[in-house]
């Protein structure tokens, strides 16, 4: 939960109530009714703590109010609203954003829109109009019969729902019909596609392409080592895991007592990655897969699918709001405890990926998809065109990268200049942070990495 800038709740309290803005005392029926509508028209604002006066009322205080709160919206409606909070006075108010979703979004089985500064449940008509224009893929049903249904992978995920405490009302004991009924899996007595994908014993019978593929590649042309994956989609995700595991390395360091494992990667990034990858693809293209591409230098992550509607690549890289193309299987891996707050995956991403001293991730909109690209250290070409050095200065990283070091006179002579440019490149060099110098004049000036690859 972030904080809220006050001027911003008094624009709110200057206001009226608009197709786009509302204000509830508490989170009653009314209240999820009203997320539901937002969710459903345009998206739109709850100031939750303030009655229809504009007067503050202010809600409870402690964090356990708000993880109720956020549990019960993620429960209810499967939706993940952005939720700040400030305090006005001595009275604490919570700003609720909801994105506009691209599914339709239900809340004890009815489904509402926003007419004006109104919430108001569709009628049938209107019902069937928004139906098939925003009925997601995992939210279909199908002709699937429970046999198919791989008990051990339900059991799996209850132990890990639970220990979460994002799920409390669900036993390892319950029938596989309750638990699919309480995780919204079953409509209408018929299993959702997202039952059979996340919990099926072979998916793949259905959904051919719904697989992942990970190879090992020392270009784009030679490849090392090709699996596909296949399974449920907590398989792929474990497997997936695995294999890149495998195809990287990993050194380590003794701190204290302890030993820690240092991956070319920070594994808590990977996971991320991999679960984007699942959770948000396009499952309607059943054309294509998920595909995962480990290189020397880098690695790449791409899934079917660009980025939903409203969301760039630039709020990618700050608070955002989620907006799920597939809002049970996000659902039931938030449940699980994989994803650990909305919106911030490619965040945690870039964050975890600057703690471990490696290159900012790339996210780019390509090939029909969505990819992410991960390097494995600072001095890529790529990088240190970024940071403008020319093709001669590139030349002279990779020299050092592989020799350790570089002096003026080997600058010169890969580069073919004088010693006047060669200083002048080479000082620039130092500017931006990329090369230090050692040594004293009249002693061998040489020039070096401050910081090794991560090998």
């Not at 959904?207 to 190879?215: D, E, P, Q, T």
């Not at 294509?288 to 509607?309: A, C, K, S, T």
Request: aromatic residues 10%; glycine residues 6%; proline residues 3%.
């Amino acid at each position: 939960m972030s904080k809220y800038d006050k001027s911003l709740l008094e624009n709110y309290l200057n206001s009226e109530e608009t197709e786009v803005l509302e204000f509830k005392e508490k989170a009653n029926e009314k209240f999820f009714e009203t997320i539901s509508a937002f969710a459903n028209t345009k998206g739109g604002t709850i100031v939750l703590g303030v009655n229809k006066k504009k007067e503050a009322i202010g809600v409870d205080g402690s964090a356990k109010f708000l993880e109720d709160l956020t549990n019960r919206i993620v429960n209810k409606l499967s939706i993940y609203p952005k939720i700040s909070t400030v305090t006005k006075g001595n009275k604490r108010i919570l700003i609720i954003e909801i994105t506009r979703t691209e599914y339709p979004v239900s809340y004890e089985g009815k489904y509402y829109e926003r007419v004006g500064n109104t919430t108001r449940e569709m009628s049938p008509q209107r019902l069937r109009v928004f139906m098939q224009r925003k009925v997601p893929w995992d939210c279909i049903t199908g002709e699937f019969s429970l046999k198919e249904i791989e008990i051990e992978t339900v059991k799996k995920f209850i132990q890990l729902a639970v220990e979460s405490k994002r799920l409390v009302d669900v036993s390892i004991k319950d029938p596989v019909r309750m638990v699919l009924q309480k995780l919204e899996l079953l409509r209408d007595g018929k299993m959702t596609n997202a039952a059979i994908l996340l919990f099926g014993k072979n998916p793949q019978k259905y959904f051919v392409n719904l697989r992942a593929r990970v190879g090992r590649l020392k270009d784009d042309i030679t490849i090392v080592d090709d699996k596909w994956i296949e399974g449920n989609l907590f398989k792929q995700f474990e497997e997936a895991i695995n294999i890149i595991k495998q195809n990287i390395s990993v050194r380590y360091e003794i701190k204290g007592l302890q030993r820690h494992d240092i991956w070319d990667y920070p594994l808590e990034a990977i996971r991320e990655a991999v679960l984007n990858a699942i959770v948000h693809r396009d499952y309607f293209d059943m054309a294509n897969f998920i595909q995962i591409r480990i290189y020397d230098d880098h690695i790449w992550f791409h899934n079917p699918g660009g980025l939903p509607e409203g969301i760039t690549i630039e709020q990618l890289k700050k608070p955002h709001n989620s907006v799920f193309r597939n809002p049970l299987i996000a659902k039931v891996f938030y449940l699980a405890g994989f994803i650990e707050q909305y919106g911030s995956g490619t965040m945690r991403i870039m964050e975890v990926l600057n703690k471990a001293g490696l290159p900012e991730p790339e996210y780019k909109e390509e090939m029909a998809g969505f990819s992410v690209y991960f390097y494995k250290d600072i001095y890529t070409e790529e990088n240190l065109r970024k940071k403008g050095l020319n093709e001669r200065q590139i030349k002279a990283v990779m020299y050092v990268k592989e020799k350790g070091k570089i002096t003026n006179k080997e600058y010169q002579e890969i580069n073919k200049i004088s010693r006047q440019m060669a200083t002048i490149d080479l000082s620039e060099i130092v500017r931006c942070g990329v090369f230090i110098m050692t040594g004293k004049a009249g002693k061998g000036i040489a020039y070096q990495l401050p910081k090794l690859p991560n090998k």
